[in-house]
């Protein structure tokens, strides 16, 4: 089982930037083969893809939405995998989660975190 916390939502003014953190319980082994990414949620949509990043951090892809703005990283050594966002605007507003993937072709992801909120005003 692996656990992930997010950190470092907040409310923005449009046009600012926030850096979101994950951090995954248990060892360094496990977390290092696991595919990570970024989902967000708002309360008239359902949760959809944002960034992902491969488990050795060598291929990342993004959502339309956000290319070019957002940029998704990895620490393996502290578990931890980030989302640089720039340039925000008010449709980036939403709850952010972190999730976790053995396989994510063939089981999805298997971990969700409990989400952070990112507000961002005009």
């Known amino acids: 089982q692996v656990e992930l916390v997010e950190s470092g939502g907040g409310l923005v003014q449009a046009g600012g930037s926030l850096r979101l953190s994950c951090v995954a319980s248990g060892s360094e082994r496990i977390f290092s083969n696991l595919g990570m990414a970024w989902f967000r949620e708002t309360p008239s949509n359902e949760r959809t893809f944002i960034a992902g990043i491969s488990y050795s951090g060598g291929n990342e892809n993004y959502a339309p939405a956000v290319e070019g703005r957002f940029t998704i990283s990895r620490d393996n050594a502290k578990k931890t995998v980030y989302l640089q966002m720039n340039a925000l605007k008010p449709d980036d507003t939403a709850k952010y989660f972190c999730?976790?993937?053995?396989?994510?072709?063939?089981?999805?992801?298997?971990?969700w975190g409990q989400g952070t909120q990112v507000t961002v005003s005009s």
């Open positions: 999730a976790a993937a053995v396989s994510v072709a063939v089981r999805g992801y298997d971990y």
